[in-house]
């Protein structure tokens, strides 16, 4: 079965630079996208970006261009999100979501990791 | 950036009550639209992409419509365990964006 296992929660300094790791099981790793989501407490969901696994290329939300790095590791079948210079406002459950087979234009994500929370405070 | 309005932001609604929920996007969107259900601490749920077509194993009961800019997500009767947050997202282009989520509430 598909599963998106996503690593541990973290407590950063204001600052600092946090990695975050999505491992996808359960089907062929190179064949589906991944997003990266998240959610502030209490708050809605906040598109952060995409990478396509099979070539690596990304495609990040304006808002974290120059602090949002997303990479992966085919060896892994794991996919991983860097989000530097962490203030407060980034304090939030970040998840990986699988974007599914696309119906004509239409996509959405049909798996989701359990989620990350990251607590960035001093 | 395509803006999604969704509204209400919260209702109260009885067990077996109809509910409405409504996206606008800023733009025209064709159908690229879904709608996601969101219970506390976990992560969210696919119920309908391409703005009308139900996932697997989602109820009857829930329904979406709309193309261009508005948007529907219908419960026809609502259940016990419907009683969470929901969200649409628009995947016309990037960056995807999300509706600012409706809570239903028991009343």
């Known amino acids: 079965q598909v599963q998106l296992v996503q690593s541990g929660a973290e407590v950063k300094k204001p600052g600092a630079s946090v990695k975050l790791s999505c491992k996808a099981s359960?089907?062929?790793?190179?064949?589906?996208?991944i997003h990266w989501v998240r959610q502030a407490p209490g708050q809605g969901l906040e598109w952060m970006g995409i990478i396509i696994p099979s070539g690596g290329s990304t495609t990040y939300a304006q808002k974290f261009q120059g602090r949002v790095t997303m990479t992966r590791d085919t060896s892994s079948s794991t996919v991983y999100m860097e989000l530097s210079s962490l203030r407060s406002e980034d304090t939030a459950v970040y998840y990986c979501a699988r974007r599914g087979d696309c119906t004509g234009s239409s996509c959405y994500f049909d798996y989701w990791g359990q989620g990350t929370l990251v607590t960035v405070s001093s | 950036a395509i803006q999604v309005t969704q509204s209400p932001s919260s209702l109260s609604a009885s067990v077996g009550d109809r509910v409405t929920i409504t996206c606008r996007a800023s733009q025209g969107i064709r159908n690229d639209l879904g709608w996601y259900q969101q219970k506390p601490g976990k992560a969210p749920k696919l119920l309908i992409y391409a703005a009308s077509t139900l996932q697997n194993g989602v109820p009857s009961r829930f329904s979406g419509s709309g193309s261009g800019t508005d948007f529907t997500l219908t419960i026809s009767s609502l259940q016990p365990e419907d009683f969470a947050t929901y969200y649409c997202l628009q995947d016309y282009n990037y960056p995807w964006t999300f509706g600012q989520g409706t809570k239903v509430e028991i009343k």
């Open positions: 359960g089907y062929t790793f190179t064949s589906y996208y």
